[in-house]
């Protein structure tokens, strides 16, 4: 079992709709969680992190955590064809390396 | 631009030789990592600096793999012998860990490596 998966995609949404990514991962242990976006050829880019129970929103994105499920998951709202890109979730164990899933691809088409 | 430069943006090398690649943290960052990544997956873990400090490296950091950061500045990443397998992308992140914070980590633009 991956320590941390995703849905390989793509995950395919129409302009101005709410696009919703998933993520589980195995360690109970883990304490941090990230969501990262990788346009194509590009490095990864911090879109943001949750470490708490619930949700956290910032701006038209929304990090949702489950711990008791394992569970971590990313809405955007009102999906532009610019959001057209891979996303990474990562898990921090001990507030040290990053342990990424293999990224949904997300297509927002108009 | 997250203020992570990486040096070189592109190496092509032919397998047997050594390649070196540079990352610049953001300046105040104290730790450093390094990841690699290949088509379709995520970034892996290769190493991480806490000021010069090398704390952890991932059993994927075979003897052929060296990483520095003298001074606990710049860090350097030497892959000798490449072989084909060692064709990925490689990229910096670097991160400001205070106490009880979260390790919230800044990629660079990654050294995207081909060994012909």
């Known amino acids: 079992q991956k320590e941390v998966e995703q849905n390989s995609g793509p995950l395919s949404v129409p302009e101005g709709a709410i696009a919703s990514l998933n993520c589980t991962y195995s360690d109970r242990g883990s304490q941090s969680f990230f969501w990262y976006r990788q346009y194509s050829g590009k490095s990864p880019e911090l879109i943001m992190f949750i470490y708490s129970n619930g949700d956290k929103e910032d701006g038209r994105f929304t990090a949702q955590l489950n711990k008791a499920s394992q569970y971590v998951s990313l809405l955007i709202r009102d999906s532009q064809p610019s959001d057209s890109a891979t996303y990474l979730c990562?898990?921090?164990?001990?507030?040290?390396?990053?342990?990424f899933g293999t990224g949904t691809r997300l297509q927002v088409f108009p | 631009d997250t203020g992570v430069s990486q040096d070189p943006r592109h190496k092509i090398t032919k397998r047997g030789q050594n390649v070196t690649f540079r990352c610049d943290p953001i300046s105040e960052h104290n730790r450093l990592y390094w990841y690699r990544q290949t088509l379709g997956q995520g970034p892996e873990f290769l190493t991480y600096f806490q000021n010069e400090a090398q704390l952890e490296k991932s059993r994927l950091l075979s003897d052929r793999f060296s990483a520095e950061r003298p001074k606990g500045s710049f860090s350097t990443l030497e892959i000798q012998r490449t072989e084909q397998g060692d064709s990925a992308m490689y990229l910096c992140?670097?991160?400001?860990?205070?106490?009880?914070?979260?390790?919230?980590?800044?990629f660079g633009p990654g050294t995207r490596l081909t060994v012909l």
């Open positions: 992140a670097s991160s400001l860990l205070k106490g009880g914070g979260t390790d919230t980590q800044y």
């Open positions: 990562a898990v921090n164990h001990n507030t040290d390396k990053l342990i």
